[in-house]
Protein backbone atom coordinates (compact mmCIF):
# COMPACT_ATOMS: atom_id res chain seq x y z
CA UNK A 1 0.00 0.00 0.00
CA UNK A 2 1.27 3.82 -0.33
CA UNK A 3 3.36 5.32 2.30
CA UNK A 4 1.68 7.91 3.63
CA UNK A 5 3.27 10.58 5.57
CA UNK A 6 2.05 12.70 8.46
CA UNK A 7 1.29 16.11 8.17
CA UNK A 8 3.96 18.60 8.53
CA UNK A 9 2.18 21.07 11.27
CA UNK A 10 2.92 23.40 14.44
CA UNK A 11 2.52 21.27 17.17
CA UNK A 12 2.91 17.71 15.73
CA UNK A 13 -0.06 15.30 14.19
CA UNK A 14 -1.64 15.17 17.04
CA UNK A 15 -3.22 19.02 17.03
CA UNK A 16 -4.37 18.53 13.38
CA UNK A 17 -8.02 16.85 12.65
CA UNK A 18 -8.48 14.32 10.23
CA UNK A 19 -4.79 14.38 9.71
CA UNK A 20 -4.50 11.27 7.36
CA UNK A 21 -3.41 11.43 3.90
CA UNK A 22 -6.64 12.51 2.14
CA UNK A 23 -5.83 10.97 -1.65
CA UNK A 24 -5.05 7.63 -1.34
CA UNK A 25 -4.72 6.82 -4.52
CA UNK A 26 -2.40 8.94 -5.58
CA UNK A 27 0.18 9.68 -2.71
CA UNK A 28 3.28 11.90 -2.69
CA UNK A 29 5.95 12.00 0.42
CA UNK A 30 5.51 15.73 1.12
CA UNK A 31 2.89 17.53 1.70
CA UNK A 32 1.19 19.61 4.08
CA UNK A 33 -2.37 19.21 6.20
CA UNK A 34 -4.14 22.66 6.37
CA UNK A 35 -6.80 21.42 8.45
CA UNK A 36 -6.97 23.08 12.00
CA UNK A 37 -7.59 26.49 13.30
CA UNK A 38 -8.41 29.29 10.39
CA UNK A 39 -10.31 32.35 11.22
CA UNK A 40 -13.76 32.20 9.87
CA UNK A 41 -16.90 34.76 9.56
CA UNK A 42 -20.66 34.26 8.35
CA UNK A 43 -22.14 36.41 5.67
CA UNK A 44 -25.26 35.90 5.27
CA UNK A 45 -26.32 38.72 3.24
CA UNK A 46 -23.68 37.14 1.12
CA UNK A 47 -22.02 41.24 1.00
CA UNK A 48 -18.81 40.70 1.98
CA UNK A 49 -16.91 40.76 -1.17
CA UNK A 50 -18.31 44.15 -0.93
CA UNK A 51 -17.40 44.81 2.62
CA UNK A 52 -14.07 43.96 2.21
CA UNK A 53 -13.50 40.76 3.79
CA UNK A 54 -11.63 39.18 1.17
CA UNK A 55 -8.56 41.41 2.68
CA UNK A 56 -9.64 41.62 6.37
CA UNK A 57 -9.16 40.03 9.48
CA UNK A 58 -12.29 38.07 10.26
CA UNK A 59 -13.82 38.00 13.33
CA UNK A 60 -14.53 34.42 14.22
CA UNK A 61 -12.72 30.84 14.31
CA UNK A 62 -13.43 27.40 12.86
CA UNK A 63 -11.93 23.57 12.92
CA UNK A 64 -11.81 22.70 9.38
CA UNK A 65 -12.80 20.75 7.80
CA UNK A 66 -15.81 20.60 9.89
CA UNK A 67 -18.51 22.71 8.52
CA UNK A 68 -19.71 25.49 10.58
CA UNK A 69 -22.89 23.25 11.22
CA UNK A 70 -21.55 20.89 13.23
CA UNK A 71 -20.42 20.66 16.90
CA UNK A 72 -16.97 19.23 15.67
CA UNK A 73 -16.44 23.12 13.97
CA UNK A 74 -16.60 25.24 17.09
CA UNK A 75 -19.29 26.86 15.23
CA UNK A 76 -22.65 24.98 15.48
CA UNK A 77 -24.60 27.88 14.30
CA UNK A 78 -27.56 25.86 12.29
CA UNK A 79 -28.87 28.96 11.11
CA UNK A 80 -28.89 29.82 6.73
CA UNK A 81 -25.69 31.36 5.60
CA UNK A 82 -26.11 32.84 2.37
CA UNK A 83 -21.94 32.49 2.80
CA UNK A 84 -19.12 31.91 4.91
CA UNK A 85 -15.49 33.14 4.74
CA UNK A 86 -12.37 31.54 6.02
CA UNK A 87 -8.66 33.17 6.00
CA UNK A 88 -5.36 31.64 6.97
CA UNK A 89 -1.50 32.90 6.60
CA UNK A 90 0.77 29.80 5.85
CA UNK A 91 4.32 29.69 5.62
CA UNK A 92 5.24 27.69 2.66
CA UNK A 93 7.92 24.89 3.39
CA UNK A 94 11.93 26.13 2.60
CA UNK A 95 12.40 22.47 1.58
CA UNK A 96 10.33 22.70 -1.27
CA UNK A 97 12.11 25.41 -3.17
CA UNK A 98 12.20 24.97 -7.13
CA UNK A 99 9.01 23.64 -7.14
CA UNK A 100 5.53 24.94 -7.79
CA UNK A 101 3.10 24.63 -5.35
CA UNK A 102 -0.52 23.05 -5.52
CA UNK A 103 -3.69 24.35 -3.29
CA UNK A 104 -6.14 21.45 -2.58
CA UNK A 105 -9.55 21.11 -1.08
CA UNK A 106 -11.21 18.06 -1.18
CA UNK A 107 -14.69 19.33 -0.99
CA UNK A 108 -15.80 23.08 -0.41
CA UNK A 109 -19.75 23.26 -0.36
CA UNK A 110 -21.18 25.16 -2.24
CA UNK A 111 -19.52 27.94 -4.77
CA UNK A 112 -16.28 28.17 -3.91
CA UNK A 113 -13.61 31.66 -4.82
CA UNK A 114 -10.30 31.31 -3.45
CA UNK A 115 -7.85 34.22 -2.78
CA UNK A 116 -4.02 33.88 -2.16
CA UNK A 117 -2.10 37.46 -1.34
CA UNK A 118 -4.49 38.91 -2.72
CA UNK A 119 -4.57 37.46 -5.90
CA UNK A 120 -7.35 34.99 -7.41
CA UNK A 121 -5.96 31.52 -7.89
CA UNK A 122 -9.47 29.46 -8.06
CA UNK A 123 -13.15 29.15 -8.58
CA UNK A 124 -15.28 26.03 -7.88
CA UNK A 125 -18.67 25.08 -8.10
CA UNK A 126 -20.19 21.79 -6.82
CA UNK A 127 -20.24 21.06 -3.17
CA UNK A 128 -18.49 16.92 -3.72
CA UNK A 129 -15.74 16.96 -5.84
CA UNK A 130 -12.21 18.96 -5.14
CA UNK A 131 -10.28 21.45 -6.85
CA UNK A 132 -6.89 22.61 -6.85
CA UNK A 133 -5.16 25.80 -7.31
CA UNK A 134 -1.97 26.57 -8.71
CA UNK A 135 0.17 28.79 -7.09
CA UNK A 136 2.79 29.53 -9.19
CA UNK A 137 4.01 33.48 -9.39
CA UNK A 138 1.35 33.91 -6.15
CA UNK A 139 3.50 32.19 -3.19
CA UNK A 140 6.24 29.66 -3.33
CA UNK A 141 8.74 27.74 -1.50
CA UNK A 142 9.88 29.72 1.70
CA UNK A 143 7.15 32.50 1.22
CA UNK A 144 4.07 33.37 3.35
CA UNK A 145 0.68 32.27 1.95
CA UNK A 146 -3.12 34.42 2.91
CA UNK A 147 -5.26 32.09 2.03
CA UNK A 148 -8.99 33.30 1.77
CA UNK A 149 -11.77 31.61 1.06
CA UNK A 150 -15.83 32.37 0.37
CA UNK A 151 -17.80 29.51 0.00
CA UNK A 152 -21.54 30.38 -1.09
CA UNK A 153 -24.31 28.13 -0.52
CA UNK A 154 -27.77 29.63 -0.70
CA UNK A 155 -30.78 27.49 -0.03
CA UNK A 156 -32.99 29.49 -3.00
CA UNK A 157 -32.84 28.50 -6.21
CA UNK A 158 -31.64 24.83 -7.67
CA UNK A 159 -28.28 23.11 -6.55
CA UNK A 160 -27.22 19.56 -6.34
CA UNK A 161 -27.26 19.43 -2.15
CA UNK A 162 -28.13 15.51 -1.34
CA UNK A 163 -30.57 15.39 1.62
CA UNK A 164 -29.57 18.81 2.69
CA UNK A 165 -32.88 20.72 4.07
CA UNK A 166 -33.85 23.97 2.83
CA UNK A 167 -35.85 24.63 5.20
CA UNK A 168 -34.62 25.42 8.86
CA UNK A 169 -34.99 22.00 10.78
CA UNK A 170 -34.33 18.71 10.26
CA UNK A 171 -37.18 16.93 9.00
CA UNK A 172 -38.22 13.62 7.19
CA UNK A 173 -35.18 12.39 4.92
CA UNK A 174 -33.94 16.08 4.96
CA UNK A 175 -30.82 17.18 7.04
CA UNK A 176 -28.62 19.43 8.61
CA UNK A 177 -27.39 21.44 5.90
CA UNK A 178 -23.28 21.65 5.44
CA UNK A 179 -21.82 24.70 4.12
CA UNK A 180 -18.24 25.70 3.34
CA UNK A 181 -15.01 23.80 3.71
CA UNK A 182 -16.33 20.00 5.17
CA UNK A 183 -13.16 17.89 3.55
CA UNK A 184 -9.15 18.19 3.94
CA UNK A 185 -7.12 21.24 2.39
CA UNK A 186 -3.43 20.79 1.55
CA UNK A 187 -0.64 21.64 -0.02
CA UNK A 188 2.12 19.65 -1.69
CA UNK A 189 4.83 20.27 -4.33
CA UNK A 190 5.67 19.12 -7.38
CA UNK A 191 8.30 20.00 -10.73
CA UNK A 192 7.19 22.38 -12.99
CA UNK A 193 6.67 18.98 -15.57
CA UNK A 194 4.28 16.42 -13.27
CA UNK A 195 2.39 13.14 -12.99
CA UNK A 196 -1.56 13.97 -12.46
CA UNK A 197 -4.25 11.49 -10.95
CA UNK A 198 -3.51 8.43 -13.06
CA UNK A 199 -6.56 6.14 -14.67
CA UNK A 200 -6.44 2.45 -13.86
CA UNK A 201 -8.27 -0.04 -15.47
CA UNK A 202 -7.58 -3.65 -14.66
CA UNK A 203 -8.09 -6.12 -17.73
CA UNK A 204 -8.96 -9.54 -15.49
CA UNK A 205 -9.34 -11.76 -18.89
CA UNK A 206 -5.83 -10.47 -20.27
CA UNK A 207 -4.07 -10.26 -16.40
CA UNK A 208 -3.19 -6.75 -17.01
CA UNK A 209 -3.57 -3.75 -15.88
CA UNK A 210 -3.93 -0.75 -18.59
CA UNK A 211 -2.62 3.01 -17.39
CA UNK A 212 -3.42 5.98 -18.50
CA UNK A 213 -1.27 8.83 -17.00
CA UNK A 214 -1.68 12.43 -17.45
CA UNK A 215 0.95 15.14 -17.69
CA UNK A 216 1.12 19.10 -16.44
CA UNK A 217 2.73 18.75 -19.93
CA UNK A 218 5.08 17.79 -22.61
CA UNK A 219 8.80 17.98 -22.32
CA UNK A 220 11.43 16.65 -24.86
CA UNK A 221 12.82 13.81 -23.64
CA UNK A 222 10.39 13.22 -21.00
CA UNK A 223 9.59 9.54 -20.71
CA UNK A 224 6.64 7.69 -17.65
CA UNK A 225 7.34 4.71 -15.84
CA UNK A 226 5.39 2.49 -14.25
CA UNK A 227 6.63 -1.07 -12.02
CA UNK A 228 3.48 -3.05 -10.37
CA UNK A 229 4.76 -4.93 -6.92
CA UNK A 230 3.07 -7.49 -4.57
CA UNK A 231 4.20 -8.78 -1.62
CA UNK A 232 7.28 -10.56 -3.14
CA UNK A 233 8.59 -7.86 -5.46
CA UNK A 234 7.99 -6.43 -8.99
CA UNK A 235 5.97 -8.05 -10.87
CA UNK A 236 5.89 -6.19 -14.05
CA UNK A 237 7.25 -2.72 -15.37
CA UNK A 238 6.85 -0.43 -18.77
CA UNK A 239 7.43 2.42 -19.91
CA UNK A 240 6.34 4.83 -22.27
CA UNK A 241 6.91 8.41 -24.44
CA UNK A 242 5.67 11.61 -22.92
CA UNK A 243 7.32 13.72 -25.02
CA UNK A 244 4.45 14.30 -27.87
CA UNK A 245 1.29 12.84 -25.85
CA UNK A 246 -0.08 14.55 -22.47
CA UNK A 247 -1.61 11.46 -21.42
CA UNK A 248 1.14 8.37 -22.17
CA UNK A 249 -1.02 4.79 -22.11
CA UNK A 250 1.35 2.07 -20.48
CA UNK A 251 0.12 -2.24 -19.92
CA UNK A 252 1.43 -3.78 -16.91
CA UNK A 253 0.73 -7.28 -17.47
CA UNK A 254 0.63 -9.91 -14.28
CA UNK A 255 1.88 -13.25 -15.49
CA UNK A 256 -0.08 -16.58 -14.29
CA UNK A 257 1.28 -16.89 -11.50
CA UNK A 258 0.87 -13.87 -9.79
CA UNK A 259 -2.59 -13.30 -10.81
CA UNK A 260 -4.36 -12.48 -7.57
CA UNK A 261 -8.27 -11.14 -8.66
CA UNK A 262 -9.80 -8.81 -6.06
CA UNK A 263 -12.83 -9.86 -4.97
CA UNK A 264 -14.89 -9.42 -1.03
CA UNK A 265 -13.16 -12.52 0.15
CA UNK A 266 -9.66 -11.50 -1.01
CA UNK A 267 -9.11 -8.02 -1.49
CA UNK A 268 -5.70 -8.11 -3.11
CA UNK A 269 -4.08 -5.16 -3.82
CA UNK A 270 -1.31 -4.71 -6.14
CA UNK A 271 1.28 -1.74 -5.62
CA UNK A 272 2.09 0.99 -8.13
CA UNK A 273 5.58 3.31 -8.59
CA UNK A 274 4.51 5.73 -10.84
CA UNK A 275 8.15 8.19 -12.10
CA UNK A 276 8.35 11.06 -14.89
CA UNK A 277 11.81 10.87 -16.24
CA UNK A 278 13.92 13.45 -18.20
CA UNK A 279 15.68 12.17 -21.39
CA UNK A 280 18.93 11.76 -18.91
CA UNK A 281 17.05 8.61 -16.52
CA UNK A 282 16.93 11.02 -13.75
CA UNK A 283 13.40 11.18 -11.95
CA UNK A 284 11.46 14.25 -11.89
CA UNK A 285 8.60 13.17 -10.33
CA UNK A 286 7.13 9.98 -8.75
CA UNK A 287 3.89 9.06 -6.96
CA UNK A 288 2.48 6.04 -5.05
CA UNK A 289 -0.88 4.35 -5.86
CA UNK A 290 -2.34 0.50 -6.06
CA UNK A 291 -4.78 -1.39 -7.97
CA UNK A 292 -7.15 -4.33 -7.93
CA UNK A 293 -7.46 -6.83 -10.73
CA UNK A 294 -11.32 -7.07 -11.17
CA UNK A 295 -13.96 -7.71 -13.98
CA UNK A 296 -17.55 -6.08 -13.71
CA UNK A 297 -19.62 -8.02 -16.59
CA UNK A 298 -23.45 -7.87 -17.63
CA UNK A 299 -24.84 -11.35 -18.77
CA UNK A 300 -28.29 -11.41 -19.52
CA UNK A 301 -29.76 -10.72 -16.16
CA UNK A 302 -27.03 -11.21 -14.21
CA UNK A 303 -24.00 -8.73 -13.13
CA UNK A 304 -21.24 -10.70 -12.73
CA UNK A 305 -18.23 -10.37 -11.02
CA UNK A 306 -14.53 -11.97 -11.58
CA UNK A 307 -16.59 -13.57 -13.77
CA UNK A 308 -19.14 -15.48 -10.85
CA UNK A 309 -22.84 -14.41 -9.78
CA UNK A 310 -21.93 -12.32 -6.38
CA UNK A 311 -25.41 -11.51 -4.73
CA UNK A 312 -24.94 -7.91 -3.52
CA UNK A 313 -26.23 -7.46 -0.09
CA UNK A 314 -25.81 -3.98 -0.02
CA UNK A 315 -27.08 -1.38 2.79
CA UNK A 316 -28.26 2.65 2.33
CA UNK A 317 -25.64 4.56 3.70
CA UNK A 318 -26.32 8.00 3.89
CA UNK A 319 -22.62 9.11 5.56
CA UNK A 320 -24.13 11.39 7.93
CA UNK A 321 -22.68 12.06 11.84
CA UNK A 322 -23.94 13.60 14.91
CA UNK A 323 -21.07 15.44 15.45
CA UNK A 324 -19.57 15.97 12.19
CA UNK A 325 -22.46 15.61 9.86
CA UNK A 326 -21.29 15.14 6.32
CA UNK A 327 -17.61 15.14 7.75
CA UNK A 328 -16.78 11.38 9.61
CA UNK A 329 -15.13 12.75 13.09
CA UNK A 330 -12.17 10.89 12.10
CA UNK A 331 -10.96 7.86 9.95
CA UNK A 332 -11.80 5.14 12.41
CA UNK A 333 -15.33 6.04 11.90
CA UNK A 334 -15.03 5.56 8.10
CA UNK A 335 -13.37 2.09 8.94
CA UNK A 336 -16.11 1.28 11.72
CA UNK A 337 -18.75 1.89 9.21
CA UNK A 338 -17.49 -1.10 6.83
CA UNK A 339 -16.85 -3.12 9.68
CA UNK A 340 -20.83 -2.41 11.21
CA UNK A 341 -22.26 -3.22 7.69
CA UNK A 342 -20.36 -6.39 7.25
CA UNK A 343 -21.16 -7.43 10.69
CA UNK A 344 -24.79 -7.19 9.89
CA UNK A 345 -24.46 -9.19 6.94
CA UNK A 346 -24.36 -6.86 3.96
CA UNK A 347 -21.54 -7.04 1.80
CA UNK A 348 -21.26 -3.25 0.24
CA UNK A 349 -23.70 -0.06 -0.15
CA UNK A 350 -25.07 2.40 -1.91
CA UNK A 351 -23.60 5.56 -0.94
CA UNK A 352 -26.23 7.48 -0.91
CA UNK A 353 -26.78 11.09 -1.99
CA UNK A 354 -23.45 12.43 -1.15
CA UNK A 355 -19.99 12.08 -3.29
CA UNK A 356 -18.22 10.46 -0.20
CA UNK A 357 -14.62 11.16 0.31
CA UNK A 358 -11.96 9.07 -1.01
CA UNK A 359 -10.89 7.79 2.59
CA UNK A 360 -13.81 5.87 2.32
CA UNK A 361 -13.40 4.06 -0.77
CA UNK A 362 -9.75 3.58 0.07
CA UNK A 363 -10.94 1.40 3.34
CA UNK A 364 -13.54 -0.56 1.01
CA UNK A 365 -11.11 -1.07 -1.37
CA UNK A 366 -8.36 -2.37 1.41
CA UNK A 367 -11.67 -4.17 3.32
CA UNK A 368 -13.20 -5.95 -0.06
CA UNK A 369 -16.72 -3.71 0.23
CA UNK A 370 -18.70 -3.39 -2.72
CA UNK A 371 -20.08 -0.28 -3.39
CA UNK A 372 -21.93 2.19 -5.99
CA UNK A 373 -20.89 5.67 -6.65
CA UNK A 374 -23.99 8.25 -6.68
CA UNK A 375 -24.24 11.66 -6.92
CA UNK A 376 -26.41 14.50 -4.27
CA UNK A 377 -29.22 15.22 -5.78
CA UNK A 378 -32.44 13.79 -4.74
CA UNK A 379 -36.26 15.41 -5.48
CA UNK A 380 -35.26 16.35 -8.84
CA UNK A 381 -38.53 17.06 -10.77
CA UNK A 382 -39.77 18.33 -14.22
CA UNK A 383 -42.93 20.24 -14.72
CA UNK A 384 -43.77 22.12 -11.89
CA UNK A 385 -43.69 21.64 -7.84
CA UNK A 386 -41.87 22.17 -4.78
CA UNK A 387 -39.19 20.40 -6.09
CA UNK A 388 -38.13 22.33 -8.66
CA UNK A 389 -37.16 25.05 -6.33
CA UNK A 390 -34.66 22.82 -4.22
CA UNK A 391 -32.74 20.72 -7.28
CA UNK A 392 -33.51 21.63 -10.40
CA UNK A 393 -31.25 20.00 -12.99
CA UNK A 394 -28.95 21.79 -15.01
CA UNK A 395 -25.83 21.67 -16.84
CA UNK A 396 -23.86 21.62 -13.35
CA UNK A 397 -25.65 18.25 -13.05
CA UNK A 398 -23.57 16.34 -15.48
CA UNK A 399 -20.63 18.53 -15.04
CA UNK A 400 -20.05 17.81 -11.24
CA UNK A 401 -21.00 14.65 -11.80
CA UNK A 402 -18.33 13.98 -14.17
CA UNK A 403 -15.67 14.93 -11.88
CA UNK A 404 -17.11 12.24 -9.78
CA UNK A 405 -16.44 9.70 -12.04
CA UNK A 406 -13.05 10.71 -13.04
CA UNK A 407 -12.00 11.04 -9.42
CA UNK A 408 -13.09 7.62 -8.12
CA UNK A 409 -12.70 5.61 -11.81
CA UNK A 410 -9.45 3.78 -10.39
CA UNK A 411 -11.11 2.51 -7.05
CA UNK A 412 -11.76 -1.32 -7.49
CA UNK A 413 -14.29 -1.30 -4.79
CA UNK A 414 -16.63 1.05 -7.31
CA UNK A 415 -18.67 -1.52 -8.99
CA UNK A 416 -21.67 0.45 -10.15
CA UNK A 417 -22.08 3.89 -10.79
CA UNK A 418 -26.05 5.57 -10.12
CA UNK A 419 -26.16 9.50 -11.22
CA UNK A 420 -29.57 10.37 -10.22
CA UNK A 421 -32.06 9.00 -7.43
CA UNK A 422 -35.70 9.17 -7.30
CA UNK A 423 -35.91 11.65 -9.93
CA UNK A 424 -39.93 12.65 -11.34
CA UNK A 425 -41.32 13.46 -14.49
CA UNK A 426 -44.29 14.79 -14.52
CA UNK A 427 -44.98 15.58 -18.65
CA UNK A 428 -45.77 12.72 -20.82
CA UNK A 429 -46.09 14.86 -24.18
CA UNK A 430 -42.61 16.15 -24.17
CA UNK A 431 -39.23 15.83 -23.40
CA UNK A 432 -38.05 17.81 -20.41
CA UNK A 433 -34.53 19.41 -18.75
CA UNK A 434 -34.53 16.43 -16.45
CA UNK A 435 -34.77 13.81 -19.71
CA UNK A 436 -31.85 15.85 -21.30
CA UNK A 437 -29.67 15.83 -18.02
CA UNK A 438 -30.77 12.31 -17.30
CA UNK A 439 -29.13 11.16 -20.73
CA UNK A 440 -26.58 13.41 -20.39
CA UNK A 441 -25.27 11.80 -17.03
CA UNK A 442 -25.27 8.67 -18.62
CA UNK A 443 -23.40 9.49 -21.63
CA UNK A 444 -21.06 11.39 -19.56
CA UNK A 445 -20.54 8.07 -17.08
CA UNK A 446 -20.04 5.73 -19.96
CA UNK A 447 -17.98 7.73 -22.10
CA UNK A 448 -15.56 8.23 -18.59
CA UNK A 449 -15.90 4.32 -17.67
CA UNK A 450 -17.34 1.67 -20.13
CA UNK A 451 -15.82 -0.65 -17.62
CA UNK A 452 -19.01 -0.39 -15.39
CA UNK A 453 -22.50 -0.46 -15.08
CA UNK A 454 -24.73 2.12 -14.99
CA UNK A 455 -28.19 2.45 -13.64
CA UNK A 456 -29.32 5.59 -15.30
CA UNK A 457 -31.79 6.64 -11.95
CA UNK A 458 -32.27 4.61 -8.91
CA UNK A 459 -36.08 4.49 -8.33
CA UNK A 460 -39.14 5.86 -10.23
CA UNK A 461 -37.91 7.47 -13.93
CA UNK A 462 -35.62 5.40 -15.78
CA UNK A 463 -35.65 7.81 -19.21
CA UNK A 464 -32.27 5.94 -21.22
CA UNK A 465 -33.61 3.27 -23.02
CA UNK A 466 -30.13 1.42 -23.09
CA UNK A 467 -29.63 1.77 -19.32
CA UNK A 468 -27.34 -1.18 -17.97
CA UNK A 469 -29.48 -1.55 -15.20
CA UNK A 470 -33.21 -1.60 -13.97
CA UNK A 471 -34.44 -1.10 -10.17
CA UNK A 472 -37.23 -0.03 -8.28
CA UNK A 473 -37.90 0.71 -4.59
CA UNK A 474 -40.81 -0.46 -2.45
CA UNK A 475 -41.29 0.09 1.27
CA UNK A 476 -44.22 -2.35 1.44
CA UNK A 477 -43.54 -3.84 4.74
CA UNK A 478 -46.01 -6.92 4.38
CA UNK A 479 -43.74 -9.69 2.95
CA UNK A 480 -46.23 -11.62 1.26
CA UNK A 481 -47.84 -8.30 -0.43
CA UNK A 482 -43.78 -8.21 -1.54
CA UNK A 483 -43.71 -11.21 -2.94
CA UNK A 484 -46.40 -10.40 -4.95
CA UNK A 485 -45.16 -7.10 -6.34
CA UNK A 486 -41.56 -8.33 -7.07
CA UNK A 487 -43.02 -11.69 -8.66
CA UNK A 488 -42.85 -10.31 -12.18
CA UNK A 489 -39.26 -10.35 -13.25
CA UNK A 490 -39.40 -13.88 -13.97
CA UNK A 491 -41.84 -13.21 -17.13
CA UNK A 492 -40.09 -9.88 -17.85
CA UNK A 493 -42.31 -7.99 -16.15
CA UNK A 494 -40.80 -6.47 -12.97
CA UNK A 495 -42.21 -3.94 -10.37
CA UNK A 496 -41.92 -0.22 -11.57
CA UNK A 497 -42.62 2.53 -9.80
CA UNK A 498 -45.47 4.80 -10.25
CA UNK A 499 -46.23 8.32 -10.60
CA UNK A 500 -48.83 10.26 -8.09
CA UNK A 501 -50.82 9.90 -11.08
CA UNK A 502 -50.73 5.92 -11.20
CA UNK A 503 -48.71 6.47 -14.64
CA UNK A 504 -45.47 4.24 -15.66
CA UNK A 505 -42.71 7.18 -16.28
CA UNK A 506 -39.66 4.93 -17.16
CA UNK A 507 -39.12 3.89 -20.37
CA UNK A 508 -39.61 -0.56 -20.77
CA UNK A 509 -37.95 -3.03 -19.31
CA UNK A 510 -35.87 -4.79 -21.58
CA UNK A 511 -34.51 -7.84 -19.66
CA UNK A 512 -31.49 -6.08 -18.21
CA UNK A 513 -30.35 -7.09 -14.81
CA UNK A 514 -32.69 -5.91 -12.11
CA UNK A 515 -32.76 -5.28 -8.29
CA UNK A 516 -35.00 -3.67 -5.48
CA UNK A 517 -32.74 -1.15 -4.85
CA UNK A 518 -34.63 0.60 -1.87
CA UNK A 519 -36.51 -1.70 0.81
CA UNK A 520 -37.45 -2.07 4.75
CA UNK A 521 -36.57 0.87 6.11
CA UNK A 522 -38.43 -0.27 9.25
CA UNK A 523 -38.95 2.17 11.84
CA UNK A 524 -37.08 0.39 15.14
CA UNK A 525 -37.34 3.48 17.93
CA UNK A 526 -38.80 2.09 20.72
CA UNK A 527 -37.36 4.82 23.00
CA UNK A 528 -39.89 7.51 21.34
CA UNK A 529 -43.22 8.10 22.58
CA UNK A 530 -45.60 7.82 20.14
CA UNK A 531 -43.37 8.40 17.27
CA UNK A 532 -43.44 12.01 16.82
CA UNK A 533 -40.07 12.81 16.64
CA UNK A 534 -39.12 9.69 14.45
CA UNK A 535 -40.17 8.10 11.71
CA UNK A 536 -39.54 5.06 9.67
CA UNK A 537 -41.82 2.85 6.58
CA UNK A 538 -44.91 1.10 8.02
CA UNK A 539 -46.30 -0.07 11.12
CA UNK A 540 -44.08 -0.29 13.95
CA UNK A 541 -43.09 -4.07 14.99
CA UNK A 542 -44.34 -3.99 18.62
CA UNK A 543 -41.34 -6.73 19.82
CA UNK A 544 -38.29 -7.12 18.16
CA UNK A 545 -39.29 -10.84 17.23
CA UNK A 546 -41.39 -8.35 15.07
CA UNK A 547 -39.09 -6.76 14.10
CA UNK A 548 -36.90 -9.55 12.87
CA UNK A 549 -39.82 -11.93 11.69
CA UNK A 550 -40.87 -8.49 8.91
CA UNK A 551 -36.96 -8.26 7.97
CA UNK A 552 -36.13 -11.96 7.50
CA UNK A 553 -39.46 -11.93 5.27
CA UNK A 554 -38.77 -9.18 3.33
CA UNK A 555 -34.97 -10.15 2.81
CA UNK A 556 -36.11 -13.77 2.29
CA UNK A 557 -37.99 -12.32 -1.15
CA UNK A 558 -35.11 -11.31 -2.81
CA UNK A 559 -33.01 -13.84 -1.53
CA UNK A 560 -35.49 -16.44 -3.28
CA UNK A 561 -35.45 -14.89 -6.72
CA UNK A 562 -33.24 -16.51 -9.09
CA UNK A 563 -33.30 -13.15 -11.48
CA UNK A 564 -32.79 -11.10 -8.57
CA UNK A 565 -29.04 -9.84 -8.73
CA UNK A 566 -28.87 -7.93 -4.99
CA UNK A 567 -30.81 -5.71 -3.01
CA UNK A 568 -30.48 -2.73 -1.12
CA UNK A 569 -31.89 -1.97 2.58
CA UNK A 570 -32.77 1.04 4.03
CA UNK A 571 -30.30 2.11 5.87
CA UNK A 572 -27.08 1.49 7.72
CA UNK A 573 -27.97 3.69 10.58
CA UNK A 574 -30.63 6.26 11.97
CA UNK A 575 -30.10 9.82 10.59
CA UNK A 576 -31.59 12.38 13.35
CA UNK A 577 -35.27 11.90 13.25
CA UNK A 578 -35.25 8.85 10.50
CA UNK A 579 -34.73 6.32 12.77
CA UNK A 580 -34.98 2.70 10.45
CA UNK A 581 -31.21 2.46 10.91
CA UNK A 582 -29.56 -0.98 11.70
CA UNK A 583 -27.64 0.84 14.37
CA UNK A 584 -28.06 4.03 15.97
CA UNK A 585 -27.04 7.23 14.69
CA UNK A 586 -24.52 7.12 17.53
CA UNK A 587 -23.17 4.16 15.96
CA UNK A 588 -24.23 1.82 19.17
CA UNK A 589 -26.39 -1.66 18.62
CA UNK A 590 -30.18 -1.27 18.92
CA UNK A 591 -30.81 -4.66 17.70
CA UNK A 592 -29.45 -8.29 17.58
CA UNK A 593 -26.78 -7.80 14.94
CA UNK A 594 -26.76 -11.42 14.37
CA UNK A 595 -30.12 -12.26 13.89
CA UNK A 596 -29.92 -9.44 10.97
CA UNK A 597 -26.85 -10.87 9.60
CA UNK A 598 -28.22 -14.71 9.80
CA UNK A 599 -31.17 -13.60 7.84
CA UNK A 600 -29.34 -12.57 5.08
CA UNK A 601 -26.08 -14.88 4.72
CA UNK A 602 -28.21 -17.95 3.36
CA UNK A 603 -27.25 -18.65 -0.07
CA UNK A 604 -28.97 -16.57 -2.28
CA UNK A 605 -30.83 -18.23 -5.74
CA UNK A 606 -29.21 -15.43 -7.67
CA UNK A 607 -26.32 -17.88 -6.76
CA UNK A 608 -26.98 -20.70 -7.30
CA UNK A 609 -27.95 -20.02 -10.84
CA UNK A 610 -25.31 -20.92 -14.02
CA UNK A 611 -23.60 -18.79 -16.02
CA UNK A 612 -26.50 -17.36 -18.74
CA UNK A 613 -25.32 -17.36 -22.30
CA UNK A 614 -23.05 -15.39 -24.07
Same mark, same amino acid.
Given at each position: ???????????????????????????? $????????????????????? #????????????????????????????????????? @????????????? &??????????????????????????????????????????? #?????????????????????????????????????????????? $???????????????????????????????????????? #????????????????????????????? %????????? $??????????????? @??????????????????????????? %????????????????????????????????????????????????????????? @???????????????????? $????????????????????? &????????????????????????????????????????????? &?????????????????????????????????????????????????????????????????? #????????????????????????????????????????????????????????????????????????? !???????????????????? !????
Amino acid at each position: MPTQTQPQHEGGPTAVPRPEYPRPQFTR $PEWLCLNGPWEFEIDRGDSGL #ERGLAGAGLSGAITVPFCPESELSGVGDTDFMEAVWY @RRTVRIPAAWTGR &RVLLHFQAVDHDATVWVNGVEVARHRGGFTPFTADLAGVAGPG #EEAAVVVRARDSRHGPQARGKQATWYANSGCHYTRTTGIWQTVWME $PVPDAHLRRPRITPDLANGAFHLCLPLSRTGEGLRVRAVL #EDGDGEVSAAEARADLDTAPRLTLPVPEE %RRRAWSPED $PHLYTLRLELLDAQG @RTVDRAGSYAGLRSVSIRGKAILINGR %RVFQRLVLDQGYYPDGLMTAPDDAALVRDIELARRAGFNGARLHQKVFEERFLYHAD @RLGYLVWGEFADWGCAAGGG $PADDNQRPDASYPAQWSEAVE &RDYSHPSVIGWCPLNETFQRLHDRFTALDDVTRAMFLATKAIDPS &RPVLDASGYSHRVPETDVYDSHSYEQDPEAFREQMRGLAEDAPHVNRGEDGRDWSVPYRGQPYFCS #EFGGIRWDPGAAGGEHSWGYGDDPRTPEEFYTRFEGLTGVLLEDPDMFGYCYTQLTDVFQERNGVYRFDRSEK !LDTARIAAAQRRTAAYEKGG !LPPR
